[in-house]
């Protein structure tokens, strides 16, 4: 069983930063998907940047403003938000895939002021 656990949401103005962390109970590269999904009121659940068998992709509307990054000695995958705007306000998921299984951590509000 694959555990992951979200944090580093919060409520930042438009223009400001965040990062959110996603701690898995194994290792990182064990996944050939590990990374960030959101979903806003009303809308579907979205990709937003991860690692796909160890590279970074990222969907059009982060790149430039969000970084992913991983740390292998603590199981960890980051994803640095820069330049926030309120469309990016969502729950921010981290989700991974291994084998035929899909895991999902609990979610973290992200909210932007505008």
């Known amino acids: 069983q694959v555990q992951l656990v979200e944090s580093g949401g919060g409520l930042v103005q438009a223009g400001g930063s965040l990062r959110l962390s996603c701690a898995a109970s194994?290792?990182?590269?064990?996944?050939?998907?590990i990374g960030w999904y959101r979903q806003a009121p009303g809308n579907q659940r979205e990709w937003v940047a991860g690692?796909?068998?160890?590279?970074?992709d990222y969907a059009d509307f982060v790149k430039g403003r969000f970084a992913v990054s991983g740390d292998d000695a603590k199981n960890t995958i980051y994803l640095q938000m820069n330049r926030l705007k309120p469309e990016d306000t969502a729950v921010y998921y981290c989700?991974?895939?291994?084998?035929?299984?899909?895991?999902w951590g609990q979610g973290t509000q992200v909210t932007v002021s505008s």
């Open positions: 194994k290792s990182i590269t064990s996944f050939p998907r």
């Open positions: 690692l796909i068998m160890h590279e970074a």
């Open positions: 989700g991974a895939t291994i084998g035929a299984g899909d895991y």
